[in-house]
């Protein structure tokens, strides 16, 4: 008797952005492809992808052409907007492989979920949807009247309406599945955590050495200052190398503060000028308490080069800032190197969560995250890491942690606390929490 050969399983992701800037969807696909799927990923190519993604025979990556510059007003803007996009998407989906299903990531909403509804419709595809947060709270943002405007009325009610179409949804927090179900009858809806994939992990005191010697190259705030002793090798503004080949915090070394951001306004960066700014004037007043502060400022976005001309014009003594522009594989290993995390995000609707603060709690890395609706389904204040509401509170959570850093009897304490909160929060990795809330899901519709 013939063996029939096992039918081909077909995905398609679709991100109506940076595939390389949407790390819950690349992660989707991952997972999909270590499941046997052929996946298709359409996008946006401003970023390069997971290698994962790229070097996988059963993955194809669709790039979506750019919406072209327009000097059109806010509105017309967005009408435009939305009509370059839907004709680049109908193309692309004519393109591929009919799939058993489309996952599609929400925001945006307009026009992902009319189109990808209607092919959906004619080509007798399941529809899913990723509830990441609301595409009309993202969108009031940026326009007059917010909420209210006429405008945002209609993308919300088109957002329920063809939301409410899919097949099954996921969504990132307790918080958004209730609200999906309960205020727009919306359903069923698994919850969906992020977490943070296997990269993202502490490392040791060497692989720190080496990661400040490469950034060393190219800024400057990492490099040695002064003469190198003659019993060391080689050295970083905060390590240093013996001749017997071990590795060493130097002694009164910087703090590390890390921050990564997309610049955008759902994330006051002023906030955490602010709180530097304060915690200047504290390390200034007592130097022998409070160590100079490394700021590490990762991402990229539309208000980058603001506050990067900001900076610029800041003359402070104590705290130094550098904005690199990391490597994918260097992201994980600079946060795993820092002694802090901050996190500005706030949600637009209170409903979503901050993967940057998955990605360092992955990392072993303590945070002080903005406070907002559903932030206790991640950070909890005081065991994990810290909220805080407005720079005043950052600025005395600061000053709290790095008194009398790095050997404070109390923060080593608290610091032992949140490391075994941590160590609990990785043992499950995404891969393992995908295949057991996302994989039956989506089996069924094989």
Not at 94 to 112: A, E, H, K, M, Y
Not at 229 to 246: F, R, W
Not at 315 to 326: A, C, D, F, G, I
Request: one cysteine or more; aromatic letters at 10%; glycine letters at 4%.
């Amino acid at each position: 008797m013939t063996e029939v050969p096992p039918r081909k399983r077909h995905a398609c992701v679709i991100v109506l952005g940076d595939i390389g800037r949407s790390p819950r969807m690349q992660y989707h696909a991952q997972s999909l492809l270590e499941e046997n799927y052929h996946v298709d990923v359409i996008g946006y190519l401003e970023t390069r992808p997971l290698e994962a993604l790229t070097q996988q025979p059963r993955c194809r990556i669709h790039e979506l052409t750019a919406v072209p510059v327009t000097n059109l007003t806010p509105k017309l803007r967005l009408l435009f907007k939305a009509f370059w996009q839907t004709l680049s998407l109908l193309i692309a989906l004519v393109s591929i492989r009919r799939p058993s299903f489309l996952l599609v990531q929400n925001p945006p909403g307009i026009p992902t979920l009319i189109v990808c509804y209607l092919y959906c419709a004619v080509t007798r595809t399941k529809f899913v949807i990723d509830w990441h947060n609301y595409t009309y709270t993202v969108l009031a943002l940026g326009l007059s009247g917010g909420e209210q405007s006429p405008l945002i009325r209609l993308v919300r009610r088109l957002e329920r309406y063809f939301g409410s179409k899919a097949h099954t949804h996921f969504c990132v927090t307790r918080a958004m599945k209730d609200d999906l179900q309960r205020n727009w009858n919306i359903g069923p809806v698994t919850v969906l955590y992020d977490r943070a994939p296997t990269q993202f992990h502490p490392i040791d005191l060497p692989q720190k050495h080496e990661l400040f010697l490469k950034l060393a190259k190219d800024y400057p705030q990492f490099q040695v200052n002064g003469e190198i002793q003659s019993d060391v090798l080689e050295a970083t503004a905060l390590t240093q190398k013996l001749a017997n080949g071990s590795v060493q915090y130097k002694p009164q070394r910087k703090a590390v503060l890390v921050s990564s951001t997309s610049w955008t306004p759902d994330e006051d960066f002023g906030i955490l000028l602010k709180a530097l700014q304060a915690y200047e004037q504290t390390a200034q007043a007592e130097p022998l308490v409070y160590p100079p502060l490394l700021c590490v400022i990762t991402g990229k976005g539309p208000q980058k080069e603001q506050y990067v001309a900001e900076i610029a014009q800041l003359e402070w003594e104590k705290v130094s800032v550098v904005t690199p522009w990391l490597e994918i594989e260097d992201y994980p290993s600079v946060l795993a190197s820092a002694d802090l995390g901050v996190c500005l995000h706030w949600s637009t609707s209170g409903l979503d969560l901050p993967m940057k603060v998955v990605d360092m709690f992955g990392s072993g890395l303590p945070v002080c995250a903005y406070d907002f609706k559903c932030l206790n389904e991640l950070v909890k204040h005081g065991e994990n890491g810290f909220v805080f509401e407005d720079h005043v509170q950052l600025a005395e959570q600061l000053r709290i942690w790095f008194e009398q850093f790095p050997n404070n009897p109390s923060i080593l304490e608290t610091r032992a606390g949140f490391q075994r909160s941590l160590q609990q929060f990785q043992e499950l990795r995404w891969r393992e929490s995908w295949r057991l809330s996302a994989a039956p899901v989506l089996e069924a519709f094989l």
